[in-house]
């Protein structure tokens, strides 16, 4: 009963640096997400993907890529490091899209960027 | 720019004690809104809201949807130091792939 997985679960850059965070689900679900979380902030969306082949931008995707070359598969990509990149990354996934919207949640990581 | 307010942001009560959690917002094209608990790391689903005026109801916890007055509260009767956590709402707007989440409240139950 793995759901939506993700590694690493802590890690700590340095400035410039550049690192993939890794996210798997094995529910078959199409939508997967990137999310990010600020200390005493909601979530905010980095990327998000429709199915294999198919990503898009989300609210704050300057500084990421992703990729979606499986349906299990949607790493995040954070290739020149910044101090403000230091935040807790969830990624989660959901059924398509039937009128019934409901996230699963990876159990995050935290990053921080010195 | 479509928005999300939650109110309190914070939240100290006694166990027993009923609480409300407030969820504001304005969007364009909504479609549902959902209650998230969060307690340590990741976000575990509550509740999905889609009509005006039908509560729905998970044990001590319930919640209800006002599209006219565009709010939702959560209320959680008799709590328990369980309930601790940050209660995040977020709104889900038609045609766009995501969900747009307010900042929280953080609920803290002490014995």
């Known amino acids: 009963n793995a759901g939506v997985t993700q590694t690493p679960k802590f890690r700590i850059l340095k400035i410039g640096q550049s690192m993939t965070l890794q996210c798997a689900q094995d529910m078959n679900h199409n939508y997967m997400y990137w999310y990010r979380q600020d200390p005493g902030m909601g979530l905010k969306l980095i990327y998000y993907?429709?199915?294999?082949?198919?990503?898009d931008k989300g609210e704050v995707p300057n500084g990421y890529n992703v990729s979606r070359s499986t349906t299990e598969d949607f790493p995040l990509r954070l290739e020149l490091a910044a101090p403000s990149q230091t935040s807790v990354y969830f990624c989660a996934s959901s059924f398509p899209r039937s009128g019934s919207e409901k996230l699963f949640f990876g159990s995050g990581t935290q990053l921080s960027v010195l | 720019e479509d928005k999300v307010v939650q109110s309190p942001l914070s939240l100290v009560v006694h166990e027993g004690d009923t609480v409300t959690l407030n969820c504001s917002y304005e969007?364009?094209?909504?479609?549902?809104l959902l209650w998230y608990k969060q307690e340590k790391k990741a976000p575990t689903f509550l509740f999905m809201l889609?009509?005006?005026?039908i509560e729905k109801k998970s044990g001590r916890l319930s919640s209800i949807l006002d599209k006219k007055e565009l709010f939702s509260i959560l209320n959680i009767t008799a709590t328990q130091t369980g309930d601790s956590a940050i209660y995040l709402c977020a709104v889900e707007v038609s045609g766009a792939n995501n969900l747009f989440f307010g900042t929280g409240t953080r609920l803290t139950v002490i014995p």
């Open positions: 889609t009509s005006s005026g």
């Open positions: 969007v364009t094209n909504f479609r549902s």
């Open positions: 993907s429709v199915g294999a082949g198919i990503t």
